[in-house]
C-alpha cells in the first residue's frame, strides 16, 4: 500500500513527527507530492548514504 505522503507532510509541519525519511524506492512517489505540497520551501531534505533522504521542517516566523 502507497505511503499518504501529502498526511506525512502535514504532520511534519504540524510538528507531529520530527522527521520523515525516504527511501530510495519511494522517492519519485514522493516527489510527485512533494513538488505541489505548498509549504515545500521550509522542507528540508538531505540525502542519506547508501540511498533515501531525511526531511526536516524549519518552523519559524509563519504568515498564515
Given at each position: ?42 522542507v528540508v531534505g ?19
Open positions: 500500500m502507497a505511503q499518504d505522503y501529502l498526511a506525512l507532510l502535514k504532520q511534519l509541519r504540524a510538528g507531529e513527527i520530527d522527521e520523515l525519511k525516504i527511501t530510495t524506492a519511494e522517492f519519485l512517489d514522493f516527489q510527485k507530492v512533494f513538488m505541489e505540497y505548498s509549504h515545500r520551501k521550509k538531505t540525502a542519506l548514504r547508501g540511498g533515501g533522504a531525511v526531511y526536516h521542517y524549519e518552523h519559524g516566523n509563519e504568515h498564515e
